[in-house]
């Protein structure tokens, strides 16, 4: 029985034996196999590609960073160690297979960007329903001005009377009465009141007995004997047609009937003819030179009226000025006017025929135009809007010498009482 049980316990070891040495053996011979498989793999790809096998190459990848730049990353392959036999004394001899860890990945430190300083936040106040200008802007109000009214140009007869009136005869036509009596004051005042009712703008004189002087109002009592009517044929606004020429000769002949006296009138026809001729003449020299002052940002009236008295202006209104003192309106020449629609400008125009040539007119304008320019921060421009430089100056002084001899031609001097009282403005 013992016999028996040892003799299994051999033979059981020994089929344990041999088959712990046939798996030895098909572990071997499976090794060797891979081995060459890999071999022959790797010359069969070197001969097809003409290449060395891309297991022991370097492939590099392309990553595109934040910041725009192209790093290169490295993948390390995987190495395959080929292993031996092992020794007798160890059970079990296996493969190692060693994985390279890849390199890590560096990135670029990012780009500092710079950072805008964070205003604190103001409480923004409720709208307030206020009075707004129409240039956008919340300009005071200017004070209201008195508008200055130009006085007629006309001549002046002082309290005392004169010896002879005056009168021009290019420019004016005289209606004159003659009575064979002396009559009293209340009855002068009462056709000069006549004469007046015509709406012909007449300057009406009368003809003492006692001193032989012409007076414009009758004060006290005294005796009178002629009464003359004087009217301008034309000027700036206005030219006598034939229905005022008629208008005057019937009022003369209806003074004269009362007063019993007789009448000398010019003829109307004669009277519209030199009344058209004069009329021409006037619209042909009405020139008046006009330059803007251009400012980037709008202007307040206040700013220029500040700026204009500096600059010797008179306020005439809110938006015109005159250069010079209230008691010089009548010989003003030079106008300062604010655009109401647009108070980026301003225009500074020159009445040239009221100008003396003597009195170097350009000169005080361009004066005048370089203090406002320098105040206000401006600039001098012509009427295409083109600023003014020296060529542009030359030329304007040339045509305005000939503008002025052309007027002495016509008989009527720049700047003399006929031209002023010609293109006096209202």
């Not at 080929?82 to 890849?102: D, H, K, L, S």
């Not at 009214?149 to 006309?154: A, G, H, L, S, V």
């Amino acid at each position: 029985m013992n016999e028996t049980v040892l003799f299994l316990i051999i033979g059981a070891a020994v089929i344990l034996v041999g088959l712990f040495l046939w798996s030895r053996m098909e572990a071997k011979k499976d090794g060797d196999g891979r081995v060459e498989l890999l071999n022959e793999s790797k010359k069969m790809y070197e001969k097809m590609a003409g290449i060395k096998s891309p297991i022991h190459e370097r492939s590099r990848v392309s990553l595109v960073n934040m910041a725009g730049s192209i790093e290169e990353k490295t993948e390390e392959p995987f190495v395959v160690e080929e292993v031996g036999e092992a020794p007798a004394e160890q059970n079990v001899a296996a493969q190692t297979v060693t994985i390279a860890e890849p390199a890590p990945q560096i990135k670029p430190d990012p780009i500092p960007q710079p950072v805008a300083p964070v205003a604190p936040v103001q409480p923004v106040p409720e709208p307030k329903q206020e009075r707004l200008d129409f240039v956008g802007r919340n300009d005071p109000e200017p004070e209201p001005v008195a508008e200055v009214q130009p006085e007629p140009i006309i001549p002046v007869v002082p309290k005392e009377g004169v010896l002879h009136f005056r009168f021009d005869p290019l420019t004016e036509t005289v209606a004159t009465i003659q009575a064979s009596r002396p009559f009293k004051s209340d009855r002068c005042r009462e056709m000069m009141v006549l004469l007046t009712k015509t709406g012909l703008g007449l300057r009406i004189y009368a003809k003492r007995s006692d001193n032989k002087r012409w007076y414009e109002v009758i004060v006290g009592e005294h005796q009178y004997t002629e009464i003359s009517a004087v009217m301008l044929l034309a000027n700036r606004s206005m030219c006598v047609s034939e229905m005022d020429a008629s208008r005057l000769a019937m009022a003369v002949q209806q003074v004269a009937i009362a007063l019993e006296a007789d009448c000398e009138t010019e003829a109307a026809q004669d009277i519209v003819v030199r009344a058209r001729r004069l009329f021409e003449a006037i619209r042909s020299f009405d020139v008046q030179l006009s330059f803007t002052l251009a400012s980037s940002q709008p202007l307040s009236p206040v700013t220029v009226a500040e700026a204009a008295r500096l600059a010797g202006f008179t306020q005439l209104n809110a938006m015109r000025y005159f250069y010079g003192t209230v008691k010089h309106l009548g010989d003003a020449t030079l106008y300062l006017t604010q655009d109401e629609t647009d108070r980026h400008y301003l225009m500074l125009s020159l009445d040239a025929p009221l100008m003396n040539p003597g009195n170097r007119p350009l000169h005080q304008l361009f004066s005048v135009a370089n203090d406002l320019s320098a105040r206000l921060g401006l600039q001098l421009q012509d009427s295409r809007g083109m600023p003014i430089n020296t060529e542009a100056v030359q030329s304007i002084n040339k045509q305005l010498q000939s503008y002025y001899d052309q007027m002495k031609q016509a008989n009527i001097e720049p700047g003399s009482p006929r031209a002023r009282l010609l293109f006096a403005r209202d």
